[in-house]
C-alpha cells in the first residue's frame, strides 16, 4: 500500500471524539406545513453576519464562539421565522415555515424560479459579457505573494475510540477536538503545513513560475508525500469557467452560460461590501442528482465582477468516496475596476460511505494572494522550469519570520495541531505507531542509517529454488541523498545456492542531474518477462522473489550482471542515459536448456562443440520523455506523484561478440 495512504489510515486510528463546545450551536431540520424537507433555507444568527444553507433534507448546523439569542430562518415563498434559542448549545431543532399568504414589493420565488422577468438572471448576462475583463488575464505580465495552508483533520469519531487501550498515554489530543461551522462534525486536526511563495505568470506564453520561500509543517519531516497527494486532488479551477472539475468530476460552474437551464437563482439582497455595491444572489440546483452546487456570491453592480462566492455540492451528487466539497472565494478591487482573488478555501470530506454517521477526513486548503504587481517584463527563459531546485533554507525559517510573513494568524486549532503533533513525536507508543505504518509504505525498517529490506522480499518460493530466504539494505540518510549503497543476499534451500547484489548511485552534478551508477549481480531470473530488458543489477524477477505465483515458474535463467551508466537530465522531464553491460546466462533448471553449438557436428568431430552460457557484452544509449510528470525530492532517488503523465522511451542497444 503506498506510503501516503498508511499515512492517513494512521490517523484514522488515532482519531477520538471530544466536548468541546462553542457558544451557540444549533443544529437541526426547516419543514413546511406538511412536514416535508425545505431545502436551501437561509438560517442566520440575529445581530451577526453569520449564516448558513439547508441541504437537499432540510438538515442546518450553525455555530459561533460568541453567544446569540435568536435564529432567523428565511426560504423563497415562505414567511420568515425568528427563533428564541434558551440555550447556548441547541440539537435538533425542528423549524416549521409557513407559506407566504400576501406579496408586496418583493417578488418571491417559489421552487423553481421563473427564466422571464428575473431581475438575477440579467445581472448573470452582464456577468457573462465583462467576464473576460476580470482578473489577472487582463494584463501581459502579473507577480503576486502567495499563502498556502493545507490541513487534514479526522471528523466524526465516537467515544468508543476513545476508550481504546491504543491510545493511552495520549489522551491529551482529546483537548484539540472541535465543531465544523460547515457541517457541524466533529473533527480533530492531525496535519497542517503551510507555505510562502512568490508567483510570476505571463498570459502571452501561458506561462506560470511559482518560486517557494518558506515551508514549515507539523512535526513530520518526510511529508512530501501527502503534500503531493492533496494538491493532486485539489486542481486549479476559475468560477468563471462553464465547467469545474474536482476529483475527475465536471461540474456545471453556477456562473456558466448554461447555468439557467441548471440553477435556480434568485436576488435576495444587496449592500456596499469594500465600498462598492454589490448584488447578492442566491443558487440551487432546478434537478437532483446531478452535479451541481448550492451557494450564493456577491457581485458588483458596475464592473458586474464577483466579490464573493461560498458554494457546495449538492448531497445528491455521487462523486464516489467524497461526501462533502465546500468552496470559498473572495476578491478585492485594483485600480477601480479589476476584481483579483485573494483567498480561496477549499474543504472536501473523505469518507468510504455516505452516511451521515460515517468517520471521515477533512482535506482542507486554503490559499492567500497579495502585492499584485502587472506588467513588469520577465525574460521567456526566467519561466523555464528547473530540473532540480534546491534551497535547504526554504525549510529551515524560524517561528518569528512566520509570525512576520504569514497573510493570516493561525486559528486556535491551527495552533494546537503543532504544538499536539510536536508532543506526540515525544510518545514512545505514537512513535511505534508511526514507526510501523513508515514500515508498511516503504518496506524498509530503520536502523540508524541503514534500512533493513525491502521486507516483504524476505520469503519467496519458486520451482528451481525451492524455498528463497533474503536480506538486505541500503544506506539512508534523508529522502535527498546524493548517494546510496544497496545490496542483498538470497539462498535457495534447493538448489544450495547463494545469490547476492550489490549496486551505487551518485549524483555529482545536482542541477543537471548527473548520476553515475554500476554493480554487480549474480540471481536467477524470469528472462522475457519486461517488453523491454533492464540492465537494473538490483531489479527483482517476481517469478523468482514472490511467495505465491501463477504459472510454470521452473524456467529460470542463473544470470550474472555488471553493468556502469551515466544519465542526466538537461532539461526537465528529459532524461538521457549512457551504460556498459556485461552478462552470463545460463540455465538454473533442467526443464530446459540454452545449449548451442559454437561448432557444428562434422565427420571428424559428430558431437560437436557445444557450450551452456551465453555471454553478452553491449553498449546502450536510452532517451526517455515524460512530459507533466511531476516529482517528489531532489536527491539521488526521486518519487513520481500520483498523476497521469505519458511516457516517451527509445533504447538503442549494440552488441559485441
Not at 26 to 49: C, E, H, M, R, T
Not at 93 to 107: A, H, R, S
Not at 319 to 331: L, M
Not at 625 to 636: A, D, Q, Y
Request: glycine residues 6%; charged residues 25%; aromatic residues 14%.
Amino acid at each position: 500500500m503506498n506510503k501516503k495512504y498508511l499515512f492517513l489510515a494512521l490517523f484514522f486510528v488515532l482519531s477520538v471524539f471530544s466536548t468541546l463546545f462553542a457558544q451557540t450551536k444549533v443544529s437541526g431540520i426547516v419543514v413546511d406545513k406538511s412536514n416535508q424537507p425545505v431545502p436551501f433555507a437561509n438560517i442566520v444568527l440575529k445581530g451577526s453576519n453569520l449564516g448558513v444553507m439547508s441541504n437537499e433534507d432540510g438538515r442546518f448546523y450553525i455555530e459561533s464562539p460568541t453567544t446569540f439569542n435568536t435564529l432567523i430562518v428565511t426560504s423563497v415563498g415562505f414567511s420568515d421565522r425568528e427563533i428564541t434559542l434558551d440555550k447556548g448549545v441547541n440539537y435538533n431543532f425542528k423549524v416549521q415555515l409557513n407559506p407566504v399568504e400576501e406579496l408586496k414589493e418583493v417578488v418571491i420565488y417559489a421552487g423553481k424560479t421563473s427564466k422571464k422577468n428575473n431581475p438575477a438572471l440579467d445581472i448573470l448576462r452582464k456577468i457573462w459579457e465583462r467576464k473576460r475583463k476580470n482578473g489577472l488575464y487582463m494584463f501581459d505580465q502579473y507577480q503576486m505573494e502567495k499563502y498556502e495552508k493545507v490541513e487534514f483533520d479526522m471528523n466524526t469519531i465516537d467515544s468508543a475510540f476513545m476508550k481504546s487501550k491504543i491510545f493511552k498515554g495520549m489522551e491529551f489530543v482529546f483537548k484539540h477536538v472541535d465543531t465544523s461551522r460547515v457541517t457541524g462534525k466533529t473533527y480533530l486536526p492531525i496535519f497542517i503545513n503551510e507555505s510562502l511563495s512568490d508567483v510570476y505568470g505571463n498570459n502571452k506564453i501561458n506561462k506560470v513560475k511559482e518560486k517557494l520561500k518558506a515551508n514549515k509543517n507539523s512535526g513530520f519531516s518526510d511529508n512530501q508525500q501527502i503534500l503531493s497527494f492533496v494538491k493532486d486532488l485539489y486542481s486549479n479551477y476559475d468560477i468563471y469557467n462553464n465547467h469545474l472539475t474536482f476529483f475527475d468530476k465536471s461540474f456545471t460552474s453556477p456562473l456558466s452560460k448554461t447555468g439557467i437551464d441548471v440553477y435556480n437563482y434568485v436576488l435576495t439582497d444587496s449592500a456596499f461590501i469594500d465600498k462598492k455595491w454589490c448584488y447578492n444572489i442566491l443558487f440551487y440546483p432546478r434537478r437532483k442528482n446531478e452535479l451541481t452546487f448550492k451557494g450564493d456570491f456577491w457581485v458588483n453592480d458596475t464592473t458586474f465582477a464577483i466579490k464573493k462566492i461560498n458554494m457546495a455540492v449538492t448531497k445528491s451528487a455521487n462523486i464516489n468516496w467524497v461526501k462533502d466539497i465546500y468552496i470559498e472565494q473572495e476578491f478585492e478591487v485594483e485600480n477601480d475596476s479589476v476584481f483579483l482573488l485573494t483567498r480561496d478555501h477549499m474543504m472536501s470530506d473523505f469518507a468510504l460511505n455516505k452516511k451521515e454517521e460515517s468517520k471521515g477526513v477533512y482535506g482542507k486548503r486554503t490559499t492567500l494572494y497579495q502585492n499584485h504587481k502587472f506588467n513588469i517584463e520577465k525574460p521567456i527563459a526566467f519561466y523555464k522550469e528547473e530540473v532540480n531546485y534546491i534551497d535547504n533554507e526554504v525549510y529551515n525559517k524560524t517561528d518569528r519570520y512566520w509570525d512576520e510573513n504569514r497573510f493570516e494568524n493561525l486559528n486556535k486549532d491551527e495552533k494546537g495541531v503543532y504544538k499536539m503533533l510536536d508532543t506526540l513525536q515525544t510518545v514512545r507508543k505514537f512513535k511505534q505507531l508511526y514507526n510501523l505504518v513508515s514500515i508498511l509504505g516503504s518496506g524498509y525498517v530503520q536502523f540508524g542509517h541503514f534500512d533493513y529490506g525491502p521486507i516483504f522480499s524476505t520469503f519467496g518460493y519458486n520451482q528451481v529454488e525451492g524455498v528463497r530466504i533474503r536480506t538486505g539494505g541500503r544506506t539512508y540518510f534523508g529522502p535527498n541523498d546524493p548517494w546510496r549503497l544497496q545490496g542483498y543476499t538470497a539462498y535457495g534451500f534447493d538448489d544450495n545456492k547463494f545469490k547476492y547484489g550489490l549496486s551505487g548511485k551518485w549524483m555529482v552534478d545536482k542541477k543537471n542531474r548527473i548520476i553515475i551508477s554500476g554493480g554487480n549481480r549474480r540471481d536467477v531470473e524470469q528472462i522475457g518477462a519486461s517488453l523491454t530488458t533492464t540492465n537494473d543489477v538490483l531489479g527483482r524477477s517476481f517469478a523468482s522473489s514472490s511467495l505465491v505465483s501463477t504459472g510454470n515458474n521452473g524456467k529460470l535463467t542463473n544470470i550474472n550482471l555488471s553493468n556502469l551508466a551515466v544519465e542526466m537530465e538537461p532539461i526537465k522531464n528529459l532524461t538521457l542515459q549512457a551504460g556498459f553491460s556485461y552478462r552470463t546466462l545460463e540455465s538454473a533448471s533442467d526443464v530446459f536448456s540454452l545449449d548451442y553449438y559454437t561448432t557444428l557436428p562434422t565427420v571428424e568431430n559428430p558431437a560437436g562443440v557445444i557450450k551452456s552460457d551465453v555471454k553478452q557484452s553491449e553498449v546502450n544509449f536510452q532517451v526517455e520523455l515524460t512530459p507533466k510528470r511531476k516529482t517528489i525530492g531532489f536527491g539521488v532517488e526521486r518519487s513520481n506523484v500520483d498523476s497521469p503523465f505519458s511516457r516517451f522511451y527509445v533504447n538503442y542497444s549494440h552488441g559485441f561478440k
